[in-house]
């Protein structure tokens, strides 16, 4: 038997509303599915505007320059992310700056706060001592199903003129509360926030992203500068330098099928979850890590941690053990300071960064995954 680890789930009118945009002839970047899939996930997060794009690396790079993002300015991002986080602050023409994260993969903020207080704070925004750079930005990321305690981030930027891009590419689906109690769908309470709707995504387009924001401006921005800034659409007149980035109508189809079965395809995870954890409880070994109480994750990713004085190597013995069985794992992911083009790039404190890296693997966490899968994999780990 073999296992992968995240596979996508369509069983809702996927079909149905795919082969209406090609009966319709609606197939390119303008179409009633794409404004019907941008509509509900506004109604399924509650932001106030959503413009679909083609990935979630894009719904980052267009974030960044509508939030005004400029040549040499820097951005504190998460070393424990993936790449496409940090490649986004470049395609921007802007330098990462790297954060730590704390034991549930979320951005350090008390660590990022720290920093940013060291730095050359004036009347509008904040320098950094070191390289002499406007710090523009932070992106906090919410990864496998976590969330960063936004709170606090969001005074300390609001108040230094800090621009906030919530990569909130593997959360669509995960709502937390804040200290006064209210439910937040993560990628609101920041300036912007992104997601992605990537093969392994809890809904998937193929591929495709989207951004979400409360600001009206930003919006028209994006709108604008995705569809290669066209101010007339009969004489074609472009007023700057635009992209081709837009979601399909036929991705968007896709989509709005997919969202419509999210509450599900979260029911299902939670249950392999609850199931995983259930026949780990007694291992000392290893460890599913679980979700703060206050938190309803969508459970995109199973994080399995090794409490035995992790080593390197015996994670990766334990990754060879799962391959060799065809059971499809992988580690968290390899921290940015450590690739190749960001070893240059300043970098804080990155301790707990680090120890996730060396001691925690994903697990197989498909919707469809079954209980035997389950049980395989449990017998696997304990060999
Ligand atoms: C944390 C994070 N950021 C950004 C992305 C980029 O999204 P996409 O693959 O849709 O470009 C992904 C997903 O792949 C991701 O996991």
Not at 141 to 162: A, E, N, P, W
Not at 197 to 222: D, H, P, Q, R
Not at 252 to 258: D, K, M, S
Not at 276 to 300: A, F, G, Q, V
Request: hydrophobic content about 35%; proline content about 3%; some cysteine.
């Amino acid at each position: 038997m073999s296992i992968p680890l995240c596979t996508p789930h369509f069983d809702g009118r996927e079909s149905q509303y795919v082969l209406d945009c090609i009966e319709t002839g609606w197939v390119s970047t303008v179409g009633t599915y794409v404004s019907r899939f941008e509509k509900a996930i506004c109604e399924y997060t509650g932001a106030n505007h959503a413009v679909a794009v083609n990935s979630g690396s894009t719904a980052l790079h267009m974030a960044l320059i509508a939030g005004g993002v400029e040549s040499g300015d820097e951005v504190i991002v998460p070393s424990m992310t993936f790449i496409a986080t940090a490649n986004a602050v470049r395609y921007a023409d802007a330098q990462p700056i790297f954060a730590d994260c704390d034991d549930n993969f979320a951005l350090d903020v008390v660590r990022v706060t720290t920093f940013l207080n060291a730095q050359d704070i004036r009347k509008d925004g904040i320098w950094n001592r070191e390289t002499g750079r406007r710090i523009k930005a932070v992106i906090p990321v919410h990864l496998y199903g976590y969330t960063v305690d936004m709170g606090d981030l969001v005074s300390f930027c609001r108040k230094h003129q800090i621009l906030i891009v919530e990569d909130a590419t593997e959360s669509l689906g995960t709502f937390y509360q804040d200290a006064a109690g209210k439910r937040h769908h993560t990628g609101i309470q920041g300036d912007l926030g992104c997601f992605s709707f990537n093969g392994n995504k809890i809904i998937t387009t193929g591929g495709g992203g989207m951004v979400v924001t409360g600001n009206t401006a930003y919006a028209e921005t994006l709108r604008h500068i995705t569809t290669q800034a066209k101010i007339d659409p009969i004489f074609y007149v472009h007023d700057q330098v635009g992209y081709n980035n837009r979601l399909t109508n036929l991705q968007a189809a896709l989509g709005l099928a997919q969202l419509e079965q999210i509450e599900t395809f979260i029911l299902k995870k939670t249950q392999h979850f609850n199931y995983y954890r259930e026949l780990l409880e007694e291992n000392i070994t290893y460890e599913i890590r679980d979700y703060p109480e206050d938190l309803r994750s969508n459970k995109w990713f199973f994080s399995l941690r090794l409490n035995a004085t992790p080593a390197l190597e015996s994670r990766d013995k334990l990754i060879q053990r799962f391959l060799n069985e065809k059971i499809q794992v992988r580690p968290v992911w390899r921290p940015l300071h450590l690739q190749e083009p960001y070893r240059k790039n300043q970098v804080l404190d990155v301790s707990t960064t680090e120890k996730l890296w060396n001691s925690t693997i994903n697990l197989p966490c498909s919707v469809d995954l079954t209980r035997t899968e389950i049980d395989r994999v449990v017998e696997v780990l304990n060999t």
